[in-house]
């Protein structure tokens, strides 16, 4: 039985207070030989903001993006083509940060427990000392 590889995926949301805090983005991760090609050192050079945009918007997986009227709009690259530049620029290089590892990705939830752990509950007083005799 051989390792079984899960395609990668990256997700992208905006901090409490941020403009676009509350969307949530899912895209693809890319194969070594994307990568490279987006990076302008693969075999073709796909370095131009043209591309990495092209690129993003086939990578889009799912979005929770509505437009004014809050109709749902379709995670496809039409609908990325149609929409404001820079909220898709600032996705896109969000995007091609995580790729390159300069922004983790967010993390997984933590645990539910939420209860502390032994050695926290441990009194760390100094014991006095024996009283002379």
Do not use: C
Request: aromatic share 6%; proline share 8%.
């Amino acid at each position: 039985m051989g390792f079984r590889l899960r395609n990668k995926r990256i997700n992208i949301s905006f901090e409490e207070g941020h403009e676009y805090h509350g969307l949530e983005v899912s895209l693809k991760g890319l194969s070594l030989g994307d990568f490279l090609e987006l990076q302008g050192i693969g075999e073709v050079d796909n370095s131009t903001l043209a591309a990495q945009l092209k690129r993003f918007a086939e990578s889009l997986i799912d979005w929770n993006l509505e437009d004014e009227t809050g109709t749902p709009i379709p995670p496809t690259p039409d609908a990325v083509y149609g929409q404001d530049q820079d909220l898709m620029l600032l996705l896109a290089t969000r995007w091609m940060q995580v790729l390159q590892g300069d922004v983790p990705a967010p993390l997984e939830q933590p645990s539910p427990d939420g209860e502390p752990s032994l050695e926290a509950s441990i009194p760390m007083d100094t014991l006095s000392s024996p009283l002379a005799s």
